[in-house]
């Protein structure tokens, strides 16, 4: 469910009071949106500012009524900015938060209609492909208690196998047979709903495909075009069941799995996981820079590279894609692309495709206080990872705040020296600095602490970072 945004000063919750099912359960407001991504992404404050109303004003479209609806047109985001600043992790994050079909795709993955390879359109048909699977799941989710019910019922039918009736029985016979199985089958089904049979093996029929090929067909390209071999091919080649052994607690996951499938109206789900697409769906297109430039004469990658921006011209500027799901208008998605644009800049890109992203925002180069913050701010902080990783081994290990500090320190020196990869730096250094740690920790650390100071990070790192050609190839 939606709610109206909140009025500025009437108690906006802070960072730690967005609880996580809140965040599942309604479209956040733009501070809510900030404040979500601050404890995964430091700094890049404007750029976290132009997602979030991007993101809410997806949910103040479907607000409007009549015509205006059709007529407002998604504000398309082009991030500008080195490698390791934090475009991806926003990307990651916000597809947490979109409460809607999100997917990210490498536009290096593309080459143009005529050439080897993806074409543009197969990130709608994955967007479609993820948007059915989601809204299937969820459907799947609200029939669970009557399809675990089904379930146990077919797992008594196993284990107490209906008789079939004698034609020389008495009526007065079968009716007393009747009633002790009815009798044993209430107990078996106490039995099986407290988990006393659970490790029981039965033997069942589970659904299987008839028609391997069918997908091998798939990657080669058929499925790329929208076609769903299934849909072709399975009636002429039904699914013939296989038989399985397993025990019940296993058989129980997946009968119940079939009966929630049967008793969801996929038509229905398919429609809806549509029109999420079209309405509310979100493409995170990342290096596309990679496609820009190259306008040189002759032949060669450049004119692959052109052709991908035409090729995703008319995707951007609204189109209709025929997927597997039937066809897909792309007018209302919203586009975001990134890339660091180190050769070439976002003015390289074909104009028609620049006029498609009207927002640009350009992140800014990481210094040494904003790795400090990432190492121990964010939720998903390296030294809370590291100390997670020790703690698996029964070892507590501390960082000094000026062991931390000097991490920081030669991680930015580094980037400045050699070449600047961003946060991705912090990754190198402190597994160099922990290495020694880590290998040995199982068999030879015998205390059950260990302190990093600043001289244990110098004493690691030293000699590497004086030696550029060292630092080139270690860190």
């Known amino acids: ?94 597809s947490k938060l979109a409460n809607a079909p999100f997917i990210k795709v490498e536009a290096s993955k593309f080459t143009e209609v005529g050439y080897v390879g993806r074409d543009v359109e197969s990130m709608i048909r994955e967007l479609t492909d993820l948007s059915v699977t989601i809204v299937k799941t969820q459907k799947m989710e609200e029939v669970q208690i009557k399809a675990a019910e089904n379930a146990d019922e077919r797992i008594l039918d196993i284990i107490l196998p209906k008789k079939k009736k004698q034609s020389d029985e008495s009526e007065n016979g079968d009716e007393v047979h009747e009633e002790e199985k009815s009798s044993t089958r209430d107990k078996l089904r106490v039995q099986l709903k407290n988990g006393e049979l659970d490790k029981r093996v039965i033997e069942l029929d589970v659904s299987g495909d008839n028609y391997p090929m069918l997908q091998v067909l798939g990657p080669l390209g058929l499925d790329e075009m929208g076609v769903n071999l299934n849909d072709l091919f399975g009636n002429m080649m039904p699914k013939k069941p296989k038989k399985r052994k397993m025990d019940i607690e296993e058989a129980r996951k997946v009968l119940t799995q079939e009966e929630s499938a049967k008793l969801i109206d996929m038509d229905a789900a398919v429609r809806e996981a549509v029109v999420k697409v079209e309405e509310s769906g979100i493409v995170f297109i990342d290096e596309i820079d990679k496609v820009a430039g190259g306008h040189s004469k002759g032949m060669g990658p450049d004119v692959s590279r052109e052709g991908v921006q035409r090729d995703l011209l008319p995707i951007v500027e609204g189109s209709t894609v025929i997927t597997k799901y039937g066809p897909v208008r792309t007018d209302h998605i919203l586009f975001i692309a990134s890339g660091a644009f180190h050769t070439s800049k976002p003015s390289d890109l074909i104009p028609e495709l620049q006029g498609r992203f009207p927002i640009r925002v350009e992140l800014a180069n990481l210094g040494e206080d904003d790795f400090i913050k990432i190492l121990t701010q964010p939720e998903n902080a390296l030294i809370k990872q590291y100390k997670a990783l020790f703690e698996s081994e029964g070892v507590k290990i501390e960082f000094t705040e000026d062991s931390i500090r000097e991490i920081a320190r030669i ?53 590497i970072v004086k030696n550029r050609d060292l630092s080139r190839y270690i860190l």
Not at 8 to 23: F, H, L, N, Y
Not at 430 to 444: A, H, R
């Open 1 to 94: 469910m939606t709610e109206e945004p909140k009025k500025k000063g009437r108690g906006r919750p802070k960072k730690s009071e967005v609880p996580a099912e809140i965040v599942k359960d309604r479209q956040l407001t733009p501070s809510e949106i900030v404040e979500e991504l601050d404890k995964y992404v430091i700094g890049q404050d404007f750029a976290k500012k132009s997602v979030a109303i991007a993101l809410r004003n997806r949910w103040r479209r479907q607000q409007v009524k009549d015509f205006m609806r059709d007529e407002i047109m998604p504000n398309n985001i082009i991030m500008i900015g080195p490698t390791g600043v934090g475009k991806t992790e926003i990307a990651r994050r916000l």
């Open 411 to 463: 991680a930015a020196q580094v980037n400045e020296q050699v070449e600047n990869i961003g946060a991705r730096r912090l990754h190198t250094i402190l597994t160099t600095v922990l290495e020694e740690l880590l290998f040995e920790m199982p068999d030879k650390i015998e205390s059950k602490k260990v302190n990093i100071d600043k001289a244990y990070v110098n004493e690691k790192l030293n000699s």
